[in-house]
């Protein structure tokens, strides 16, 4: 089964600085991944997705993430942090064989300090 | 991109009553969910539909029952709600034929006193 993992449960960066969330997932074939953001009392926004291709996929808002099969990361990054990311973000590996689900990490909560 | 609507945002209800989570779209798709999420947690889900008439439970077990009888309506029902129903659910719904990209509602974030 697959299975997402999310490292950081809380990170905390100053506004401008750089920005690096980390996502491991374990799944037996050529992964379909996502990164979501959620912001308090919300629901969730896709970012991006990466499904074949070119491993650096852009997203909204500025972010991009890098798929490399070598390390089974999917790490999301941003150059420079607006204090409106502040938010939980969420990665999530696709399932395309029989369950064909959605399997979630635990999510990172993103504080951003001015 | 979809838009999802989930009615209420937020109920505080009694134990024993019976509630009804409203979610609708407004695009046509084919596939919807409803999934469950604990504060600080993933998602987890709990019920799905690959079209009118069609509903399966998924990986969380819940006592909680769905109906798929309109393409654009998916309601979750609970007959005796609990204190351990509080959580906050999320439906959302896929135009892919995989279900893969899926596009989330606001939630419903229920309290069960």
């Known amino acids: 089964a697959q299975s997402v993992t999310q490292p950081d449960i809380h990170i905390t960066v100053s506004e401008g600085a750089s920005l690096e969330l980390r996502c491991n997932y374990s799944?037996?074939?050529?992964?379909?991944l996502f990164w979501y953001v959620q912001s308090p009392g919300q629901g969730l926004q896709l970012l991006l997705k990466y499904f074949s291709g070119d491993t650096l996929v852009q997203g909204i808002k500025g972010f991009e993430a890098e798929f490399k099969r070598s390390q089974s990361s999917f790490n999301l990054r941003k150059p420079s942090v607006h204090w409106s990311d502040a938010a939980e973000y969420f990665c999530?590996?696709?399932?395309?064989?029989?369950?064909?689900?959605?399997?979630f990490g635990s999510g990172t909560q993103l504080t951003v300090l001015p | 991109e979809a838009d999802i609507y989930q009615t209420p945002r937020y109920l505080v209800i009694g134990t024993g009553k019976k509630i009804t989570l409203e979610c609708s779209q407004t695009?046509?798709?084919?596939?919807m969910y409803w999934y469950q999420q604990d504060p600080g947690m993933e998602l987890h889900l709990i019920h799905y539909s690959y079209g009118v008439n069609s509903t399966e439970k998924g990986d969380l077990s819940s006592e909680s029952t769905v109906s798929r009888i309109r393409t654009e309506h998916f309601p979750l029902t609970l007959e005796s709600a609990r204190p351990s129903h509080t959580s906050q659910y999320l439906c959302?719904?896929?135009?892919?034929?995989?279900?893969?990209?899926?596009?989330f509602g606001p939630g419903t974030r229920l309290t069960v006193l």
């Open positions: 999530a590996v696709f399932s395309s064989g029989s369950a064909r689900q959605l399997t």
């Open positions: 959302a719904s896929s135009p892919t034929p995989t279900g893969d990209e899926q596009f």
């Open positions: 695009m046509g798709h084919d596939k």
């Open positions: 799944y037996g074939a050529t992964p379909y």
